[in-house]
């Protein structure tokens, strides 16, 4: 692909919609370059909305210069993406529709990204007391696992596992969404700068240097608030 000779990204994705979807209904250009976040690797993410699309489907293609992931959508298909997202508390799509920027217009589409506006403004649903436990009990399980372990190599993949189990426990309980890859530093970025400064900090330094104390103190203090670690009395029916 010659990078060099690519369009722009609004022309490049409009150029998209325009030769490969011309009878669609609506179409948003999403992701990183509308954010203004784009690096030398971003692609385009371009939702389509027609009424006459049989089912939905996503396509990962290159076309005008730049690799293309297309979210091709009909009027009802889109809603249970909504649900699903906001079950797992990951909401791709609705940000995608919330944040996007409009290729082409139909009357429905601002109702449309009102919804998925309200919906980011609102957040996931809020975890019940068993749910919370839940997460304690195995945050526990991976914070021994991590302090008990004398090898390196496996202790490598238990702290990606508790900084994955922490970062959910954090931004759900504070209802906030969670991330997943490059969105966990952005969502707990978005939920609290200082603490998403800290949370890095502390994996930075055991990945540097192999300390653990920063890692252990702020796991203790993210399940502090809530009764601390949980072992004894732990039971699942």
């Known amino acids: 692909m010659n990078m060099h000779a690519r369009l722009s990204a609004f022309e490049g994705a409009q150029k998209f919609v325009e030769?490969?979807?011309?009878?669609?209904?609506?179409?948003?250009?999403?992701?990183?370059?509308?954010?203004?976040?784009?690096?030398?690797?971003?692609?385009?993410?371009?939702?389509?909305?027609?009424?006459?699309?049989?089912?939905a489907y996503r396509e990962s293609l290159?076309?005008?210069?730049?690799?293309?992931?297309?979210f091709v959508h009909n009027l009802q298909s889109y809603k249970l993406f909504f649900e699903s997202d906001v079950k797992r508390a990951r909401p791709s799509l609705p940000r995608m529709v919330a944040e996007g920027t409009v290729i082409k217009k139909s009357d429905f589409l601002p109702e449309l990204i009102g919804e998925a506006k309200r919906i980011i403004e609102q957040g996931p649903e809020v975890w019940n007391k068993k749910e919370i436990e839940f997460k304690r009990y195995f945050i526990t399980d991976t914070?021994?696992?991590f302090i008990g372990s004398t090898n390196e190599a496996e202790e490598l993949f238990i702290a990606g596992t508790l900084a994955e189990q922490l970062q959910e426990f954090v931004l759900r309980t504070n209802k906030c969404w969670v991330g997943k890859s490059k969105w966990v530093v952005r969502e707990l970025n978005h939920y609290d700068p200082v603490f998403s400064g800290k949370f890095v900090e502390a994996f930075s330094q055991y990945y540097r240097t192999g300390n653990k104390k920063l890692v252990v103190e702020m796991a203790e203090m993210v399940l502090e608030p809530f009764g601390g670690r949980l072992f004894d009395g732990f039971s699942v029916k």
């Open 143 to 145: 914070l021994d696992d």
């Open 62 to 70: 290159i076309a005008y210069g730049w690799p293309i992931e297309v």
């Open 19 to 55: 030769e490969r979807f011309p009878d669609c209904d609506a179409a948003l250009l999403a992701g990183s370059v509308t954010r203004g976040e784009a690096t030398v690797t971003s692609d385009l993410d371009i939702v389509i909305f027609g009424k006459d699309i049989p089912s």
